[in-house]
């Protein structure tokens, strides 16, 4: 069981760029795959981004493709997310999420953290 804890949410005014931070606890880091989603206001949670756990791919939503960066300190057992060029539509609550490796369902949740952007 893997217990996951996002920091780093906040506001900011569009073109902006904050870093969402993830550590996580309970597994070894190296055999989770981790990934970014987020839920707007009156919309269903949707993936953001996700990276491999040993040095795999990353890949991205189309919305925030050459945006947002996903990356990994395996030293510290955390995932980063770092939003560039922010838009008033990112605005949501950002979830960290982990899978095992070889499995297809995010099935380990963080508790979330918030990010507003401003007009």
């Known amino acids: 069981q893997a217990q996951l804890v996002e920091s780093g949410g906040g506001l900011v005014q569009a073109g902006g760029s904050l870093r969402l931070s993830c550590a996580a606890s309970g597994r070894t880091f190296s055999s989770l795959v981790m990934g970014w989603f987020r839920q707007a206001p009156g919309k269903e949670r949707e993936f953001v981004a996700g990276?491999?756990?040993?040095?795999?791919?990353?890949y991205y939503a189309d919305s925030v493709a050459g945006r947002f960066t996903i990356s990994r300190d395996n030293s510290k057992n955390t995932v980063y997310l770092q939003m560039n060029s922010l838009k008033p539509e990112d605005t949501a609550v950002y979830f960290c999420?982990?899978?095992?490796?070889?499995?297809?369902?995010?099935?380990?949740w963080g508790q979330g953290t918030r990010v507003t952007v401003s007009s």
């Open positions: 990276s491999g756990g040993a040095g795999g791919s990353a």
């Open positions: 999420a982990a899978r095992l490796l070889g499995q297809n369902n995010y099935n380990y």
